[in-house]
């Protein structure tokens, strides 16, 4: 069983900048692809970001690129989503989620994955 816990989120203007953190408890965080998700009102859960075990590998949804960024710290058991240049479409809860997998894998079918955090809300003010 892997606990994830996100943190991060909030309100924030139009251009500005989050950094969403994700902790595992586990001794074997190394081990799990780990991907970030949002769900908007209404809408399906979206796979926004995608990092490989040892960090080497990543994906993201096209309208993220070059605005955010996933990076991983298997020492602290942690993966980060650097979100900048922020829009209103951005607005949503954010979910880290994480599975055992291959190395350099970056991503993973959303329905694939075993583990999922609570969620952190981001919103975006225009």
């Known amino acids: 069983q892997v606990q994830l816990n996100e943190s991060g989120g909030g309100l924030v203007q139009a251009g500005g900048s989050l950094r969403l953190s994700c902790a595992a408890a586990?001794?074997?965080?190394?081990?799990?692809?780990v991907g970030w998700f949002r769900q908007a009102p209404d809408k399906e859960r979206e796979h926004v970001a995608g990092?490989?075990?040892?960090?080497?590998?990543?994906y993201y949804t096209d309208s993220v690129k070059g605005r955010f960024t996933i990076s991983r710290d298997n020492t602290k058991n942690t993966v980060y989503l650097q979100m900048n240049s922020l829009k209103p479409e951005d607005t949503a809860v954010y979910y880290c989620?994480?599975?055992?997998?291959?190395?350099?894998?970056?991503?993973?079918?959303?329905?694939?994955?075993?583990?999922w955090g609570q969620g952190t809300q981001v919103t975006v003010s225009s």
């Open positions: 989620a994480a599975v055992a997998g291959a190395g350099g894998i970056s991503y993973v079918p959303r329905k694939k994955y075993d583990y």
């Open positions: 990092i490989s075990r040892g960090g080497t590998s990543t």
């Open positions: 586990t001794r074997t965080f190394a081990n799990y692809v």
